[in-house]
């Protein structure tokens, strides 16, 4: 697998993080949200089970249900 492009990452707490990135596997490109955790006061991060994978044939899947998302919010 090619390294991973980090596009944003989210703090959940001191030791997790929600990491977004980019990747290639097998010639294919995907998005990528998983997380992430430390042990050593964020000097080293390793990939955790919890996360999800999208091909780019989803992201307007994805893009469309973070606008409603956005739109239900600012709607409260």
Excluded: C, H
């Amino acid at each position: 697998m090619a390294d991973a492009k980090i596009l944003a990452t989210i703090e959940r707490s001191a030791t997790e993080q929600l990491q977004i990135s980019v990747s290639e596997y097998k010639g294919n490109s995907y998005l990528n949200m998983r997380i992430y955790y430390t042990t050593d006061e964020g000097e080293t991060w390793l990939p955790t089970k919890k996360g999800v994978t999208f091909t780019p044939e989803q992201l307007d899947i994805l893009t469309e249900a973070i606008e409603d998302a956005r739109k239900e919010f600012m709607a409260e």
